[in-house]
């Protein structure tokens, strides 16, 4: 989906109301300057930068502990290196990622749309950029408004819960638990603690008429 300010008809974009106060963004390339550059846009729009990743082989980690609210990727000097990056980031956020270029590439487009992009963005012009930013986190807001993100994340927070409680482990090591594992097998963070609270609730025990205890339904 290519999205741009001049794509967009402001009537029929979401309020900034739509939007909360501030979003926690992750921002990732491979050229330091450009992260500079996306930075202050960011910060510009009134949201918090929560990381700042140059290489793959970190942004996993990053992505899995800061939860961001969505993720900027832009095209550095390698399409493999931001293709890795979006891939290592879809596969750990419960979040919009959004492509960034400063020049059109319809290759490398549909390679990350092909990673699950939610979005792509063509502009250079930093004032352009933010524009462009802004309207695209509006439009997601417009369609998702922010619940499906938030309500993964909750549901990551509850399987850290089951965890904690079935093996007497605290906080940070059930959700180690829930990342490793998610390493391991490729999927991503958010499918595999549903899969953990499903499992939970099929496990809870059950009445005689095999109905759930009513305060353990959800």
Same mark, same amino acid.
């Given at each position: 989906?290519h999205?741009?300010?001049?794509?967009?008809?402001?009537?029929?974009?979401?309020?900034?109301?739509?939007?909360? $106060?501030?979003?926690r963004?992750l921002?990732?390339?491979?050229?330091?300057?450009?992260?500079?550059?996306?930075?202050?846009v960011?910060?510009?729009?009134?949201h918090?930068?929560?990381?700042?990743e140059?290489?793959?082989?970190?942004? *996993?980690?990053?992505?899995?502990?800061e939860?961001? /609210?969505v993720?900027?990727?832009?095209?550095?000097l390698?399409?493999?290196?931001?293709?890795?990056?979006i891939?290592?980031?879809? $596969?750990?956020?419960?979040?919009?990622?959004?492509?960034?270029?400063?020049?059109?590439?319809?290759?490398?487009?549909?390679?990350?749309?092909?990673?699950?992009?939610?979005?792509? =963005? =063509?502009?250079?012009?930093?004032?352009?950029?933010?524009?462009?930013?802004?309207?695209?986190?509006?439009? !997601?807001?417009?369609?998702?408004?922010?619940?499906?993100a !938030?309500?993964?994340?909750?549901?990551?927070?509850q399987?850290?819960? =089951? &965890?904690?409680? $079935?093996?007497?482990?605290?906080? /940070?090591?059930a !959700?180690?638990?829930?990342?490793?594992?998610?390493?391991?097998?490729?999927r991503?963070l958010? /499918?595999?603690?549903? *899969?953990?609270?499903q499992?939970?609730?099929? &496990?809870?025990?059950?009445?005689?008429d095999?109905?759930?205890?009513a305060?353990d339904?959800?």
């Open positions: 989906m999205t741009a300010a001049e794509d967009v008809n402001a009537s029929a974009i979401a309020t900034a109301g739509d939007l909360p $106060r501030r979003l963004v921002i990732a390339n491979e050229k330091r300057d450009r992260l500079a550059v996306l930075a202050q960011v910060g510009g729009l009134g918090d930068v929560v990381a700042r140059i290489y793959v082989s970190e942004v *996993a980690a990053s992505t899995a502990r939860q961001p /609210d993720a900027l990727v832009g095209l550095g390698s399409s493999e290196h931001a293709l890795e990056l891939g290592e980031i879809v $596969r750990e956020a419960s979040c919009p990622v959004i492509a960034l270029l400063h020049a059109s590439d319809p290759a490398y487009i549909h390679e990350a749309a092909k990673r699950g992009i939610f979005a792509y =963005i =063509i502009h250079d012009d930093p004032d352009e950029l933010a524009s462009a930013i802004d309207i695209t986190l509006q439009r !997601f807001a417009e369609y998702h408004n922010l619940q499906g !938030f309500g993964r994340r909750a549901r990551i927070e399987a850290k819960g =089951i &965890l904690m409680a $079935r093996n007497a482990i605290d906080e /940070d090591d !959700f180690k638990m829930l990342r490793d594992h998610s390493q391991h097998t490729g991503k958010a /499918d595999l603690a549903d *899969a953990v609270v499992s939970h609730l099929l &496990l809870l025990p059950h009445r005689a095999g109905r759930r205890p305060a339904r959800l």
